[in-house]
């Protein structure tokens, strides 16, 4: 009997140690989901990405929202969001206040797309020191301020190279809408390009005030073309359609160059792309913030050296000899032997007059 009351209590203990061990168990879980939740709500951090234009215009602003879709799928503890359509001429004003109203939703980071943004962003940052702002292609810095950029200075002076090969008249153009200081030094990183492979090149450069409109690139681009130009690099995003239209309908010897993206690949009439994805800097700016590596007051660039982020793209339609040339130009750069300049003293292409002017036309289109 003795040996049947000791079988029995063994075996309740037993059970008895196996309900509390699966009721320790399930606690342990409750409380390691718990902790979880705890620890994601936590550190869950809210990102907003201002893009001043059209996020669907195949060029600068689209990068901008592709890098929005890849924080949203890749960077789990980040709650991001966005506006767009701000100002399709980049006025200061405008964007200043919808940065304003961004910061006043107390985010832990602002990104905005354009070195457009930069006056705006040096105004904000001011007002909201607890916030931390990165301007993309922008140059301004300081203590919660800060910029991530693509060089695409570096594509730029390859795709003025080609251009220089590619002219038969020698009459090269260049077609951009808004003038932030990025899209400035593109510029004369393009015609530093064309002149030292082609230095009695005739430039025309013009920027029409708005990167979206379509006829007004259209206009613009003819009478370029007019004057004999038989290349036309085009930094637009939604006008960029208008200008390739007018270049289709010239000759099938008149070319265009691209940027951002590889146009290559949308239309056979470019014969090259000066790409600069800036979608890896905006994702770069979140991914460092979300790992506490945020570089704030210094401007972090991406060259060559990232071949899917910065490159020159040719098609089919140029020459082998041509393409080597220019990638031998691609070498140099990399290795430190060119230099490139991102100053252009020349005049620029009024394409209502026919006339050359000062580069300070442009501010008769704000």
Known sequence: MKKIFKVLFLFLLMVTAVSCGEQNTS??????????????????????????????????????????????????????????????????????????????????????????????????????????????????????????????????????????Y??????????????????????????????????????????????DDTELNKYAAARQLEQGADVIYTMLNGGRAGATEAIKE?????YEIGNVIDWTKEDEVFIGSAVADSSIAIFNAAKDFSEGKLKLGEVNTIGLEEKEVVAITMSDRVPQETKDKVLEIKDKIHSGEIKISTEYTGQEFDPNTGDFVGQDYKEKLK
Do not use: C
């Open 250 to 254: 010239k000759a099938s010897d008149t």
């Open 27 to 164: 606690e342990q879980k409750q409380e390691t989901a718990a902790e979880e939740k705890a620890e994601e709500k936590k550190e869950k951090i809210k990102i907003e990405i201002l893009i001043p234009g059209n996020k669907d215009d195949n060029g600068f602003m689209e990068a901008a929202y592709r890098g929005y879709e890849k924080i949203r799928a890749e960077i789990g503890n980040v709650e991001v969001n966005y506006i767009s359509d701000v100002s399709a001429t980049s006025e200061e004003k405008a964007l200043t206040g919808a940065m304003r109203e961004m910061a006043e939703k107390k985010p832990d980071l602002i990104i905005a797309q354009g070195g457009q943004n930069n006056k705006p962003a040096e105004v904000v940052s001011k007002e909201f020191p607890e916030v931390k702002f990165i301007v993309i292609q922008g140059n301004v810095k300081g203590g919660n301020l800060g910029s991530y950029s693509v060089d695409q200075e570096q594509s730029a002076y390859l795709a003025g190279a080609l251009a220089g």
């Open 166 to 211: 590619m002219s038969n008249s020698g009459k090269v153009g260049h077609l951009s809408g808004a003038w932030p200081q990025p899209g400035l030094n593109a510029r004369a990183a393009f015609y530093n390009g064309l002149i030292s492979v082609r230095p009695d090149a005739e430039f025309y450069t013009t920027f029409t005030g708005n990167l």
